[in-house]
């Protein structure tokens, strides 16, 4: 299956009960906004918040900017009425919390239709058992690693306590073609702790970062895009190859290493998703 085309370095939380917020979102360098009514909506702000998002987003424009609309669980009393909402509301996809069984994704599906896209909070510790299962599913786009609720459920105090968890949801979002997002950083305004686990990230093989404040774009854009040597070696890794196969030879060497067909596969991807990355900047 083709992966979900465009960036998702940056992908902004932010609270549908926020009017200031969403207005400021507009003109922000993130690829992706989760429009949020679930955890940072308080239960009195639910029903106006709803009704707030939807007019925004019918509203304004959020540019090529990827919209998510993160709702309540369908175990809430709020669930079916966000779901309901988003059938005349503008976005791209909607993003189900603490996803777990089939079940709850073919509400989702069944209400929106089936050409509606579909990601998945990766929460629980049954959720992310499921992964693979759940990645599989029709219309399922992306995943979204929700680290604080699983730290919470796993009681544990350290990011090197969900590894495990985080690798067997990019494992089973690779296997389906799924975009897989990394948790949130929560002390937002630590920039060097932010690059430490933006790098961890990107390194383990997430797209991209989930951020709290319009602070830490950057450093996610940064940490996420590809970098001016990885390009510049991608483009002579290309050159090198095509070189070696007009003399007849499988592998080119550069820098003192091997560059097979995979690793211009490889380069090629990075190549385009610089591409892609201009044409959201414009
Ligand atoms: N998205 C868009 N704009 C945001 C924003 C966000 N997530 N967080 C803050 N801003 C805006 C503020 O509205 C403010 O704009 P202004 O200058 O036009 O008034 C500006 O950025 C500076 O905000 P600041 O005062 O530094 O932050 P704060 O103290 O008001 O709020 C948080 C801090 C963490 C409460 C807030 O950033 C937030 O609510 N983040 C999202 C939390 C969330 O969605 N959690 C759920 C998933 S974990
Ligand atoms: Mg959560």
Redo the contacts with the bound molecule.
Sequence with gaps: MQRYAKPCRSV????GS?P??????QT?PVDAI?F?L???VSPDEKAPARDTLSATLNGSDFGPRTRLVRINGFDTAWGADDLAMLKDTAHDAVLLPKVEDPETVAKARSSLGPDAKIWAMMETPKGILNAANLAALPGMQGFVMGT?DLAKELGSRTRGAMLTSLQLCLLAARAEGLVCIDG?Y?A?KDEDGLRAECEEGRDMGFDGK??????QVGVANAFFGPSQEALSLARRQIDAYEQAKASGQGVAVVDGRIVENLHVETANRLLAQAEAIALLEG
């Excluded at 902004?12 to 609270?15: A, T």
């Excluded at 200031?20 to 979102?25: E, G, H, S």
């Design positions: 902004l939380y932010i609270p926020k200031r917020a969403l207005d400021k979102a922000l989760i949020d679930e955890d940072a604080n949130v929560n937002f989930t951020l709290i404040h319009p602070a």
